[in-house]
Structures are given as structure tokens and as C-alpha cells.
């Protein structure tokens, strides 16, 4: 069964940046897309950015320029690097895979306010 382990998250102040990482279990991490989502309260889930096995990222506009995702297949291990953080960007963050939802786990909360 996979299952994925959220960390990094935290409170910070506007403008500052914090590292996430994602630790999935499980064998099918190198050929699926991998994706981070989050969800602020009161809102739906979102995802906010993907990486393909090969490396493709996506982002959605609102976190472009300020968030990069990347992964480490050794690790099974996905990164989210968000700079220049925002208090709209105050949510739970979870990860898992865009193209084959599994079980989510418990996230991880990042809190930006002065």
C-alpha cells in the first residue's frame, strides 16, 4: 500500500521560504507523475505543482516564479522549494500522484503571517 510521509512545513513570516519533502513507500514511484497539493480552510484541495518521472514540472500560476518541485528517485523522495511565501499560500500540503490517487496522508501545515 503507499503512503506518503509530508514534512517541512512550518510558520513563517511573508517573503520567507521553507523546503518541503514528501517520502512515498511503495514501488511505483519512478514511473508515475508526482504532484504537491494543498488545501487552505474552506477551500477545495488544489494541486499546486507536478513533476514527471522525466523531470517536467508544472506549476499553477499563482505559485509560478516562487515554488520549485523536484524529486529524488533514490529517495522516493519529493521536494518542494517555496520562496517568497505568501499568507494566500497558507494551507495543509499533501502530496501524491495527479494520475493515480492513493491514500492521502496527513500533510504537513505551512503557515505564513507576520
Known amino acids: 500500500q503507499v503512503q506518503f510521509v509530508e514534512s517541512g512545513g512550518g510558520l513563517v513570516q511573508p517573503g520567507g521560504s521553507l523546503r518541503l519533502s514528501c517520502a512515498a513507500s511503495g514501488s511505483i514511484f519512478r514511473a508515475y507523475t508526482m504532484g504537491w497539493y494543498r488545501q487552505a480552510p474552506g477551500n477545495k484541495r488544489e494541486l499546486v505543482a507536478s513533476i514527471s518521472p522525466g523531470g517536467t514540472t508544472y506549476y499553477v500560476d499563482s505559485v509560478k516564479g516562487r515554488f520549485a518541485m523536484s524529486r529524488d528517485s533514490a529517495k522516493n523522495t519529493v521536494y518542494l522549494q517555496m520562496n517568497n511565501l505568501k499568507p494566500e499560500d497558507t494551507a495543509v500540503y499533501y502530496c501524491?500522484?495527479?494520475?493515480?490517487?492513493?491514500?492521502w496522508g496527513q500533510g504537513t501545515q505551512v503557515t505564513v503571517s507576520l
Open positions: 501524491n500522484y495527479p494520475n493515480y490517487l492513493r491514500s
